[in-house]
Structures are given as structure tokens and as C-alpha cells.
């Protein structure tokens, strides 16, 4: 018997560290810090997904919200979105940490990306005791991106139930 592939979500919130990866000279993220949000959307649009990431709206930095602002967009984005998916942080993002909070809340399912070898806070660690979530520990998130769909199909498989 084979595994039924279920249709992708039409839409997704991608979380992630930004304010903490802003250059102090040139207010940008660097390409470096770029690059795994850059890969997932292009991940997921080409898959005919809609991603909302705040990194790209506010184009990777030169182009800031103010909190008033982008707290209320982010909130309802999250709202919206039929999957969520994270990368913490290392060291803990505050702002992503409140965006997974919010998407727990709402009752999302969750992809939580968690780079080998690093330690994460307990509520990460024990955020599948509330909340739909599944983990892909990588080392090379490109190499890993099989490993992001399979956890979507089985985050959703549990969330549509």
C-alpha cells in the first residue's frame, strides 16, 4: 500500500531570525543570512505555494516596518496560512519565538527547520506536546529540502486528519 500524497497547502508563513541578522552598516541581511529563507520560497512557489515571509516584504532589511505595523500584518499573515514553518535560531530568536507561539495558538501545523547540532530552547523542544509539529534537523538545507516535503505531507496528513 502506498502513502497518499495529499495536495500542498495553498499557502504558508515562513518564520525565521531577521532583526538580529541586519548588518549594522547596511541595515541588509547578508547573503549568507539570505540564502535558506531565499531557497524555501523559491522551495515552495515553485511547488505553486503562496509564502508570506517578512523578510522578503520588507526587502531583506532595506525597507523596514515599524513594529506597529508589521506585528499586526505578521499576526494575521500567520492567521491566514494553512502551514507554518520556522527556523528558530541560533541563538533564539524573540520574534520568531512569538510568530511560533502565535501559529501553536491558532492551531497550525508546523515544520519546525532545526540546524544539526544546535541546542534549542525547551519550548521548541517540547512544542509537539501542544501543537501539530514536525522537525527536519538538517546539516545542508538544500540537500534536505526531500526531507522538508515529507515532513509537510506528514504534518498535514495529522493536521487534516
Known sequence: MTARTLPPPRSLFLAGPFIQLL?????????E????FDLLIKHFEAQGIAV???HRREAWGAELMRPDQCTKLDQDEIRKA??????PGYPASP????EIGWASAFGK????LLERGREYTFLVQGLHTVATVEEVVYTDLATSLPAVDRAVQRVLARHRG
Open 109 to 112: 501545523p508546523i515544520v519546525l
Open 23 to 31: 548588518d549594522p552598516t547596511t541595515g541588509e541581511m547578508p547573503a
Open 52 to 54: 508570506h515571509n517578512a
Open 33 to 36: 543570512s539570505r540564502a535558506p
Open 95 to 98: 520574534g520568531t519565538h512569538i
Open 82 to 87: 494553512e502551514l507554518f514553518i520556522a527556523l
